[in-house]
Every structure is written in C-alpha cells, then in structure tokens.
C-alpha cells in the first residue's frame, strides 16, 4: 500500500481471527513505534509491553469491562495481543506531552499494521482501567514509576482494508 493508501484505509478492526501476527510482522509494528516522534526526544520516558498471554490479556478485558461498568464488554476484542504504551508518570501540568506521545506511538502502529493488512484498534478504556488495578499492573513488569497510557489490539483479521472516501468537514477547521 502506498502512504495515502494507508492513511485512508485505515480503520478500527475489532474482530480478529484469533491468530497472532507473525514474529516478522510485530517486530515492523515496534519498529514503527519507535519511529514515532517524542516530545524533545525523551524516548527513555516510554515505553511498550506486548503482551500475549491470553490468561492476562483476559485479566485486561475483564478489568476494562468493569471499568465502563458493563460485565459483557470485551474491550480488546478477543485480539490476540495488544501492545500497551507506558510513560513515566508525568509531572504535573506535562500530562498532554506524555499522552500525547503515546498516542502518537499508538497511531505509528495502527499504519504499520493496516500497511501489513493486520487488525487493529486504538486502546483507550482498558488501559485507563489498568490504573486502578495496583496487582494486574505489577504483572506487566513496567519500570518503577511508570504508568499505561493506552495501547494497541493486533492480530490476523478476515477484514478487508479499503480506500474510504473522507468528509472533509468530518473535523471543523477555521485559517488564520
């Protein structure tokens, strides 16, 4: 796929097959990661877990289920993995540049697995929920003092990517 190819193919997957990506395809994806630009380029206050472990990533789901606070929820759709981005924990009044930075992160990945024809959806919920489970977060064998910001499902998926037409008004926009 070319770059506008991509960029307007682009889309939240949220069914996945249940096979993971190959070894081959999620090194591109991570490598893509650390593509991302950073705030000053502090790339030591980030960084990512993949996780696939399918008995944590179900401790994940059913932490974000409880979180929006509806028990049938499957916040990371069954994917076969999900790559969590993780900062140092801000200081305060800098929360945007660290969120900022991961979702930036999260965004170079999203291209490079719709570029591979992978599924995958931007995680916002079943991270934000991970905050308040101090034991699921000891699990992920994050450095001290950091904190998930949000993340990244991956994995095979039966859906098709395609060029879809982009409103142009789908973002107000006002020149100066």
């Not at 028990?71 to 009044?93: F, G, Q, W």
């Amino acid at each position: 796929m070319n770059t506008f190819d991509t960029l307007f193919s682009r889309r939240s997957v949220r069914s996945y097959t249940g096979e993971p990506a190959s070894e081959s395809d999620l090194e591109t994806i991570l490598k893509a990661a650390d593509a991302s630009p950073i705030a000053m380029g502090k790339y030591e206050v980030m960084h990512l877990t993949v996780i696939q472990n399918r008995e944590l990533l179900d401790k994940i789901d059913a932490a974000g289920a409880k979180f929006f606070q509806n028990p049938d929820m499957h916040p990371l759709y069954h994917a076969p993995a999900l790559i969590l981005v993780s900062t140092k924990k801000p200081e305060k009044n800098m929360e945007n540049v660290a969120y900022s930075n991961a979702a930036i992160i999260v965004e170079n990945m999203a291209i490079a697995a719709t570029a591979l024809n992978l599924g995958a959806c931007h995680i916002w919920g079943a991270a934000a929920a991970l905050s308040f489970d101090g034991e699921l977060v000891s699990k992920l064998g994050l450095p001290e003092g950091y904190v998930p910001c949000c993340g990244l499902t991956v994995g095979k998926t039966d859906e098709v990517y395609s060029a879809r037409e982009i409103p142009s008004d789908r973002i107000s926009k006002n020149r100066i």
